[in-house]
């Protein structure tokens, strides 16, 4: 039965709209921008001419980034750290949290066990220490060198945890009672139940794999093997290099762009696909917001 709504509610409602779509529009304009600087010649954008329309449109920002090899070659080493990487950390995660979410009557010791995972929230290793494990391990300059080191993510494991232990335990003791072991429990009762948590962290996932720089300069030696955001944080220091050292030709050809405007577009270009993405998959973030945050 529908319910007449005051009139209190509805200005509630209208405030309430206004508001987001404030809030919406303020957290697209800085994408706005940043096309419309990399859209727009070397002039307009080193003047600061350009507002929320290109000034001088031009394509040559990702004309000079698609004819790079590099770039494409980067594209494919995120796309495999992304895959990879996602993978790995989802399966940790999901068998790491299933005994943890676990009572201390059922598993002896739990809480010891949990504390020294939450430890590694607030204290890490170092950088030079970490860099040094990995070097004595042999994962430097390889695609492995991005993945393992932070295979197993503690916040994600938390969050995987607090969902597990929120699911009726009659469940469990139901299958246990049919003769399942715990493996068939973690993939048969806990996996189908747990798809909305896992899309959410999975996402988390993803996100960070395809953001992160630094570890890529840190411990890949050979650029042929640098992922997307890597590359492109040292492409405007070598297009610096190559421009002091090219012909009037080849300059004129490249006129229309600067160190800003080839700024702006590998940035927008870093964010487009989890720009593409998301809207997608945006309900598994809201949902992402309450997993695991109700406790027994």
Same mark, same amino acid.
């Given at each position: 039965?529908?319910?007449?709504?005051?009139?209190?509610?509805?200005?509630?409602?209208?405030?309430?709209?206004?508001?987001?779509?404030?809030?919406?529009?303020?957290?697209?304009?800085?994408?706005? +921008?940043?096309?419309?600087?990399?859209?727009?010649?070397?002039?307009?954008?080193?003047?600061?001419?350009?507002? &929320?329309?290109?000034? $001088?449109?031009?394509?040559?920002?990702?004309?000079?980034?698609?004819?790079?090899?590099?770039?494409?070659?980067?594209?494919?080493?995120?796309?495999?750290?992304?895959?990879?990487?996602?993978?790995?950390?989802?399966?940790?995660?999901?068998?790491? =949290?299933?005994?943890?979410?676990?009572?201390?009557?059922?598993?002896?010791?739990?809480?010891?066990?949990?504390?020294?995972?939450?430890?590694?929230?607030?204290? $890490?290793?170092? &950088?030079?220490?970490?860099?040094?494990?990995?070097?004595?391990?042999?994962?430097?300059?390889?695609?492995?060198? &991005?993945?393992?080191?932070?295979?197993?993510?503690?916040?994600?494991?938390?969050?995987? &945890?607090?969902?597990?232990?929120?699911?009726?335990?009659?469940?469990?003791? =139901?299958?246990?009672?049919?003769?399942?072991?715990?493996?068939?429990?973690?993939?048969?009762?806990?996996?189908?139940? /747990?798809?909305?948590?896992?899309?959410?962290?999975?996402?988390?996932?993803?996100? $960070? +794999?395809?953001?992160?720089?630094?570890?890529?300069?840190?411990?890949?030696?050979?650029?042929?093997?640098?992922?997307?955001?890597?590359?492109?944080?040292?492409?405007?220091?070598?297009?610096?290099?190559?421009? /002091?050292?090219?012909?009037?030709?080849?300059?004129?050809?490249?006129?229309?762009?600067?160190?800003?405007?080839?700024?702006?577009?590998?940035?927008?270009? $870093?964010?487009?696909?989890?720009?593409?993405?998301?809207?997608?998959?945006?309900?598994?973030?809201?949902?992402?917001?309450?997993?695991?945050?109700?406790?027994?």
């Amino acid at each position: 039965m529908l319910h007449k709504q005051s009139f209190s509610r509805k200005i509630f409602v209208v405030f309430n709209v206004l508001l987001l779509s404030c809030i919406t529009i303020l957290g697209i304009i800085p994408f706005v +921008h940043l096309l419309s600087v990399s859209l727009s010649s070397n002039t307009a954008a080193m003047a600061g001419e350009v507002k &929320l329309w290109p000034v $001088g449109f031009t394509w040559d920002a990702y004309v000079y980034l698609g004819e790079k090899v590099e770039f494409f070659r980067s594209l494919g080493v995120s796309i495999e750290r992304v895959l990879l990487g996602s993978v790995i950390n989802l399966l940790l995660v999901f068998i790491t =949290a299933f005994p943890l979410s676990k009572s201390n009557d059922q598993f002896k010791f739990r809480t010891v066990y949990v504390w020294i995972f939450a430890i590694t929230m607030y204290f $890490g290793g170092g &950088l030079i220490p970490t860099y040094i494990i990995v070097k004595n391990t042999g994962l430097i300059d390889s695609i492995w060198a &991005l993945i393992l080191p932070g295979a197993l993510n503690v916040w994600n494991m938390v969050l995987m &945890l607090n969902f597990f232990r929120n699911i009726p335990r009659e469940l469990d003791e =139901a299958a246990t009672i049919d003769g399942a072991g715990h493996w068939r429990v973690l993939w048969q009762i806990y996996l189908p139940v /747990s798809l909305p948590s896992i899309a959410t962290i999975g996402l988390f996932t993803v996100v $960070g +794999h395809w953001n992160a720089w630094f570890d890529g300069i840190l411990y890949l030696n050979s650029p042929e093997r640098y992922p997307l955001q890597t590359y492109l944080s040292t492409l405007i220091m070598s297009l610096n290099a190559q421009m /002091s050292s090219m012909s009037l030709e080849q300059l004129k050809v490249m006129e229309n762009l600067s160190e800003k405007t080839i700024r702006t577009a590998q940035i927008f270009m $870093g964010a487009l696909p989890i720009m593409v993405v998301y809207p997608f998959l945006q309900r598994y973030f809201v949902k992402g917001m309450t997993v695991g945050s109700v406790k027994e």
